[in-house]
């Protein structure tokens, strides 16, 4: 398994943007596809978006719009592009591979061989 870390979380106000980058400690080319999760205050985890080896992206339908999500193989990166932000993005945002994962199935939440990262916090005032 590949260890993920999470960065560029922060405080912003409503409307503006944050860019959220996710590093892995190996190759990701292999691992089919890689998502990003939130858990707000108080709820559970909850689906934001996917994308495939290959590109293909999924976005819970909250999002879709604002939200682009993007990977970079070469690097071992991949990155959510957050804009229009409101005070409902508030969660903290985690990163997860999934080497048998699907742009649907991912949707439900990664499968059990799946890694996680620790999660960035991100809060939008009002």
């Known amino acids: 398994q590949v260890q993920l870390v999470e960065s560029g979380g922060g405080l912003v106000q409503a409307g503006g943007s944050l860019r959220l980058s996710c590093v892995a400690s190996?190759?990701?080319?292999?691992?089919?596809?890689m998502g990003w999760y939130r858990q707000p205050p108080g709820k559970h985890r909850e689906f934001a978006a996917a994308?495939?080896?290959?590109?293909?992206?999924n976005y819970a339908d909250s999002v879709k719009g604002r939200f682009a999500i993007s990977r970079d193989n070469g690097k071992n990166m991949m990155y959510l592009q957050m804009n229009r932000l409101k005070p409902e993005d508030t969660a903290v945002y985690f990163c997860?591979?999934?080497?048998?994962?699907?742009?649907?199935?991912?949707?439900?939440?990664?499968?059990?061989?799946?890694?996680w990262g620790q999660g960035t916090q991100v809060t939008v005032s009002s």
């Open positions: 997860a591979a999934d080497r048998v994962g699907t742009l649907v199935s991912m949707r439900s939440g990664p499968s059990e061989l799946a890694s």
């Open positions: 994308i495939t080896s290959g590109g293909n992206t």
């Open positions: 190996g190759s990701i080319f292999s691992i089919a596809t």
